[in-house]
């Protein structure tokens, strides 16, 4: 290791792809950042060709190496959509598109695998990796298919040549366990060729060099290390510096995402609450659909700019609102025939908006709360993220609900998160091979 080597993150996201350089201590010595065209959506099925995130990566190495010389680069790590999956052949050909991690088609095959999991498995749901590639065989596009990868491991593959490598935070949907950190027995009951899964290592573990082409384009050393990656959330998560038990963080996008960092796994469908394993310790959370989707349905963008700065968090309005964008919820209570409750609505725009607001507090509080009586320990400090956590008035609310420390996030984007785990700021298990 050179005193000067820097650490390159990469993160593929629904609009767009990202790369941040770091040095060894955490500071910034370069980015750049690429658009994406919106997932092809035809009823439930929603894609994208892999060649489309392929292009935004070399877009975005390009931009770095002229920022500075990429032969100081010592590792690189990708991070991607979870449960984003596609087929490819031996060589890493992808053989069609990529289902998008809100693809929702695989209805029947989510309940062939309700019928032989566990219930603490994450391959739950129409929308997991496994549910995905049933209805990929389904549908005959197994054959001539090598590999099944999710969007991080193909593009780790692509920059190392080295195909047929998961990590385990990816791998938790595809059916992986990440407790016994192996491929488990149900899975032979389903109709799946066990040959197509990845090999799975830890997040950050070395799985393999650049390739020799990349070296020649953009200047990497020969022993650039391509490492094992994770899921856009959990890249998010360490970008924040949260790193002891009890700490949490807080998304407020288009959802709401809870996560807190606990010594024990959490596993309890019922709620929506699952876990990743994070080093040493564990990742436990849950997602609402509650979230900015919900304001925007009834509110411009610049219509909740222009009211922001009025709001008046210490004057409560009383309203008890369950803000949802549509039938159905996730967290802190699985119930897919949960209605939104926006009613009575004031006449005053400004009242109706921060009973929103106060609605969302609330399921963040019922969130935490939940995670807690379940084995979490309650969060010590709080650290938010995305662009809910630039209303100062909301933080006030939510301090007020949470009765926790409000920690100022160090960094919020992913890429960071994944320039960590190429630094190896993770402590690593020994990787291999885990066969069925």
Known sequence: MSADSLFLGIDVGTSGCRAIAIDRAGDLHGAATTPLPAPAEHGRGREQEPERWWQALRTVVA?????????????????????????????????????????????????????VAPAESGAHGATASLAKLLWLNAQGRTQGARHALHQAEWLAGRLSGRFGVGDENNCLKLGYDVIQRRWPAWLAQLPIDSSLLPEVVAPGTTIGTVTEALCAEFGFSPRTRVVAGTTDSVAGFLATGAAQVGEAVTSLGSTMVLKIIAAQPLFAPPFGVYSHRLGDTWLAGGASNSGGAVLLQHFTAQELQAMTPRLRPEQATGLDYYPLPAVGERFPDCDPQRAPRLTPRPDDPLRFFQGL??????????????LAALGAPYPVSVRTIGGGARNAAWTTMRHGALHTTMTTPRHTEAAYGAALLAAGRLPLSTPGRHAI
């Open 357 to 370: 607001l106060e609605g969302m507090t609330r399921i963040e509080l019922a969130g935490y709360q939940r």
């Open 63 to 115: 931009e770095i190496a002229a920022q500075l010389p990429c032969a100081r680069i010592e590792a690189i790590a990708v991070d991607g959509t979870s449960a984003t999956l596609l087929l490819t052949d031996a060589t890493g050909r992808p053989l069609g598109p990529a289902l998008m991690y809100h693809d929702a088609r695989a209805v029947a095959q989510a309940q062939r695998i309700a019928a």
